[in-house]
């Protein structure tokens, strides 16, 4: 019988190496941070475009000022209407009484705040722009803060709404008294009419307790808001007449 052929391992012969991959390059701390902070400020940007957008077509039930007072109050009188249905003396007299350049500016009027600086107005220059921001997506307070982020928002804010859109809005959060919000709550609660009915005595009356709305009464008046109602009333029908109202009434 034939033997089986048995081989032999070759003396002599080399293992094969191994060859690990080489580490991948540790990306260097500041890069990663600069990625990062690209990304969280597009993030950032895009969330704000956001919101801007939403509320440029979705009215605003709720805002952070109205949740805390409800939650302080208990309870709030509100009713979203449109400007629409809102007696056009309305509009007129809250641009008049807060906002008299409402049309010619882009959201801060510089010569309203300069002005409010040098003569130390209550009003504070906040245009009616800068107060939706402020309603809608911030705060109530004085920090610098909070007024940053509003001079940053309320340019975006104007170029997205228009200057109807903001008067709307403006009109439905402003709060008229201690848990009325907007001016058809407003309406109802002071004098038992719908905001469409409001008298131009009556709108005047509402716009001159807006800077002060739980120290001052649209139905019982003091003799201070008398007065500035009547100026209100005698500046609706000027910004009526000189053009002032073309933006937020055509």
Request: glycine content about 8%.
């Amino acid at each position: 019988m034939a033997k089986p052929r048995t081989t032999r391992k070759k003396t002599g012969q080399t293992r094969r190496r191994r060859t690990s991959a080489p580490a991948p390059e540790k990306v260097p701390f500041r890069k990663r941070l600069r990625l990062w902070l690209v990304r969280g400020s597009l993030g950032l940007a895009a969330f704000v475009l956001f919101v801007v957008l939403l509320f440029a077509i979705v009215p605003p039930i709720y805002t952070p000022y109205m949740i805390a007072e409800r939650m302080r109050v208990g309870s709030l009188e509100r009713d979203w209407v449109r400007y629409e249905d809102m007696a056009p003396a309305m509009g007129r007299s809250a641009v008049a009484a807060e906002d008299a350049n409402f049309c010619l500016h882009w959201g801060l009027d510089v010569a309203a705040i300069r002005d409010a600086i040098e003569g130390g107005s209550r009003r504070g220059g906040s245009t009616i722009s800068q107060q939706v921001v402020k309603n809608v997506y911030l705060w109530h307070g004085r920090s610098w803060f909070r007024k940053s982020l509003e001079a940053l928002l309320t340019p975006i804010v104007e170029a997205v709404w228009s200057k109807h859109r903001i008067l709307e809005v403006y009109l439905n959060v402003a709060e008229f008294g201690e848990g009325v919000f907007g001016v058809q709550a407003a309406a109802q609660h002071y004098f038992g009419v719908d905001a469409i009915d409001l008298s131009d005595m009556q709108a005047a009356r509402l716009a001159a307790i807006l800077p002060d709305p739980k120290g001052r009464s649209a139905s019982s008046p003091s003799s201070f808001v008398r007065s500035q109602s009547a100026r209100i009333l005698d500046g609706a029908a000027t910004i009526a007449v000189d053009g002032r109202a073309a933006c937020f009434e055509g």
